[in-house]
C-alpha cells in the first residue's frame, strides 16, 4: 500500500460544478499537509496548507481528518483554468514531504 | 527572478553517458531534494539534503548521486546512464515546518 493515496481519477466535470478530491494517508506521525496544483509539464505550485480546523481560500476549501487519515480538497463553481493535476502531500516527521499519485481534473466548457 | 533554477531544461543523452543535472535557490533554504516523475507514478524522492554536510538517500536512490556544494546548490549525477531513467525531474527546497518550492524541472531522455 502506497503512503499516500489519491482518488485515480480523471475527473471531468462542466464549469460550475463542485468536484472533490479525497486524499489518504498511512502515517499516523504525519506532521503537515498541503495540496498542490501541477499543470501539464510543469512544476507543483502550492495550492495550499491544509490545516486542523480546515481552512478556505476563495472557491477552494481543504479539510483534515487525522483520526481517519484523509485530507480532502472541494473547489466550487470550477473554472475552466482549473484544470489540472492536484497532489496532496505530506510531510512527516523527518521532514520528508510524500506525495500523492495525483488526480486529474478537466473542466469542460 | 525565479526562486529555484534548474539546468538544463532538456537533455538527451545516451546509454552509458554520464550526466549532470544543476539546481540552484535564492530562498536561503537548508533543505534541498530531488524527485523524479514518471506517469502514473507521480513524484519519488530520489535524496535529500538538510544542509551541505548531510545528504540522505530517497526511495530510488539506486544509479544515482549527488553533491551539495554550497547551501543554495545542489546537483544530481546520473553515473551511467540508462533508458528507464527517462523522466521528468524535480529540485525543490523547503524551509523548517514549510511548505516545498520546486525547480521548473529538467526533462530527461536516454535513448
Known amino acids: 500500500r502506497k503512503e499516500v493515496e489519491q482518488d485515480p481519477g480523471p475527473f471531468n466535470v462542466p464549469e460550475g460544478a463542485t468536484v472533490a478530491f479525497n486524499c489518504t494517508y498511512s502515517n499516523s506521525a504525519s506532521q503537515s499537509f498541503f495540496w498542490y496544483r501541477q499543470d501539464c509539464r510543469k512544476e507543483p505550485k502550492l495550492l495550499m496548507s491544509?490545516?486542523?480546523s480546515g481552512n478556505e481560500d476563495g472557491r477552494f476549501t481543504a479539510q483534515l481528518n487525522r483520526a481517519s487519515q484523509y485530507i480532502s480538497l472541494l473547489i466550487r463553481d470550477s473554472k475552466l483554468s482549473d484544470s489540472a493535476t492536484y497532489l496532496c502531500?505530506?510531510?512527516?516527521?523527518?521532514?520528508?514531504?510524500?506525495f500523492g499519485p495525483g488526480t486529474r481534473l478537466s473542466v469542460l466548457p | 527572478d525565479a526562486d529555484v533554477t534548474q539546468t538544463p531544461r532538456n537533455r538527451i543523452t545516451k546509454t552509458g553517458k554520464r550526466i549532470m543535472l544543476e539546481c540552484s535557490q535564492t530562498k536561503g533554504h537548508d533543505r534541498m531534494y530531488w524527485y523524479r516523475q514518471d506517469p502514473g507514478l507521480g513524484l519519488r524522492l530520489i535524496y535529500y539534503?538538510?544542509?551541505?554536510?548531510?545528504?540522505n538517500k530517497g526511495e530510488i536512490s539506486d544509479g544515482y548521486s549527488v553533491s551539495r556544494q554550497a547551501q543554495a546548490k545542489f546537483s544530481l549525477s546520473l553515473e551511467s546512464a540508462i533508458p528507464n531513467q527517462t523522466a521528468l525531474y524535480f529540485c525543490?527546497?523547503?524551509?523548517?515546518?514549510?511548505?516545498?518550492?520546486f525547480g521548473p524541472g529538467t526533462r530527461l531522455t536516454v535513448l
Open positions: 502531500a505530506v510531510r512527516n516527521y523527518g521532514q520528508n514531504f510524500v
Open positions: 491544509v490545516y486542523s
Open positions: 525543490a527546497t523547503a524551509a523548517l515546518r514549510d511548505e516545498q518550492f
Open positions: 539534503s538538510f544542509d551541505v554536510k548531510d545528504i
